[in-house]
């Protein structure tokens, strides 16, 4: 049978990793967030704690590094590095079986995979900043400020990255409110629509 | 039980209105799209041959008006009169019971109903195309300039009315690419989230 390919976009606080690792239990596949960069860190040799500031955390350095000509010079930035080394990863993950990818601009590099689920999650202001409070211990201030300042981040490194534009519905084969469905009730849908696109 | 208000827009080809109509008739419950207009015709005095070239074609004349003073002098432009009237109409039936509404704002006239459920339906360009060829008899380059030409207007229209961004997911409660799941399952992916935010 086929296998089941879902990666996640998702806006901050909008529960997209609960939702990922819960559709992952329900279909018995694995489920890669961080431990994706472990695997790349691993494979491509750079030290897994470099991984971690330029995470999802995208263009200026390497536009500076183009400007300054570095990239021009023959030797590639390092966010850009660990973009190609993710970018790999991911591709070798979904050949490899069935799994739940979240974020790292997953569906571009599985865009030429038919059996690939791509999927969005958003949610409104409010329901995003009780969850930053609820789950991350944030007030509500803190809460609104990383919502805004991670959203933009992970839309700079998508549209720089995948060419698509985060967040419009186009990108993505179901984008759904979770604010409105709630977490447990958005994991059925997505199964619902998986299962379906499989007949 | 509370009302079933479903609001769909859609990309141009994407079977947004088959859709829309085979949801209601799915839940026993009426289907507007131009039928909305004649209402809104009725209900305002306006002829209704007056609202067909102004249907979802927006801002130009609007925009034209305010800057010949047109809007300031007291007197409102003729597209802003039609998005008014439409605007009533749509609330007050929503208020009567369970419909489905195409287009037009409808989830921008409803926000303040807790029962609506904003749909999005989008497809890539390849199969709207197709669509455009088999069900509109049009040639491939014709159909891909009306695509073009008509996905603009409703967006200008959405955009200048509802001051949401039209075909961005956050501006829907569930957005599916018609072009992966087919109409069909579309339909019943819609009934499902429905069913369950009513839970």
């Keep these: ?25 329900e ?28 995470d999802e955390k995208p263009t200026n350095s390497f ?3 183009l400007v300054v000509g570095s990239y021009a010079s023959g030797t590639t930035p390092l966010n850009h590095k660990l973009f190609l080394a993710q970018f790999e990863t991911i591709k070798e993950i ?3 079986g069935s799994c739940v990818i979240l974020g790292r601009c ?9 059996n690939t689920v791509n999927v969005f999650i958003h949610a409104d202001m409010e329901t995003r900043i009780s969850r930053g409070i609820e789950y991350y211990g944030l007030d509500a201030k803190k809460a609104e400020d ?12 998508y549209n720089f990255y995948s060419g698509k534009k985060w967040a419009e519905a186009e990108s ?3 984008s759904i409110n979770s604010g409105k469905l709630g977490i447990d009730k958005s994991v059925k849908l ?10």
Tied chains: 1, 2.
Excluded at 12 to 22: D, L, N, P, Q, T
Excluded at 31 to 47: V, W
Excluded at 148 to 156: E, G, L, V
């Design 190 to 199: 997505i199964k619902a629509f998986v299962e379906m696109a499989r007949k």
């Design 94 to 96: 979904a050949e490899k």
């Design 1 to 25: 049978m086929d296998k089941i390919i879902i990666t996640i976009g998702r806006q901050y606080g909008s529960g997209g990793k609960e939702i990922g690792e819960k559709l992952a239990k």
């Design 63 to 65: 536009l500076y590094s």
């Design 106 to 114: 997953a569906d571009y590099a599985l865009e030429d995979n038919p």
């Design 172 to 174: 993505y084969d179901l």
């Design 27 to 54: 279909f018995g596949i694995p489920f890669y967030d961080k431990e994706l960069l472990t695997e790349a860190a691993k494979k491509s040799g750079i030290c897994k704690e470099m991984f971690e500031p330029h």
């Design 146 to 157: 990383i919502i805004i300042k991670t959203d933009k981040q992970r839309s700079s490194y």
